[in-house]
């Protein structure tokens, strides 16, 4: 069975980084893409960050564009996103997605989520 596990997740003031973890469990193969999502508090889950199954294309939304960078290593099975430059509206929790081939079909997967905090 398909497990995420997200980790990373802290509080931290302004300005300051964090490093959010996606380890892959129980996947017989690399071929997913990965996603991070921002869940923000009372509001709704949303797409933050995506990177191929090749590692070689990457999308952001607007409001993280060169602040947060996703990446992957597949020999260790995990997804990362590098968090900079962090403003208090970055608040919530992050999960992440992977979309992986079984055969023919595309399915999704998702973890528990890790808490940001980003206050003074």
């Known amino acids: 069975q398909v497990q995420l596990v997200e980790s990373g997740g802290g509080l931290v003031q302004p300005g300051g980084s964090l490093k959010l973890s996606c380890t892959v469990s129980g996947a017989s193969t690399s071929i997913y893409t990965i996603s991070w999502y921002h869940q923000g508090p009372g509001k709704e889950r949303e797409l933050v960050a995506h990177i191929g199954t090749a590692g070689d294309a990457t999308n952001y939304a607007d409001s993280v564009k060169g602040r947060f960078t996703i990446s992957r290593d597949d020999a260790k099975n995990t997804g990362y996103l590098q968090l900079d430059s962090l403003k208090p509206e970055d608040t919530g929790a992050y999960y992440c997605?992977?979309?992986?081939?079984?055969?023919?079909?595309?399915?999704?997967?998702w973890g528990q989520g890790t808490q940001v905090t980003v206050s003074s």
């Open positions: 997605r992977i979309h992986i081939l079984r055969g023919s079909t595309w399915i999704d997967y």
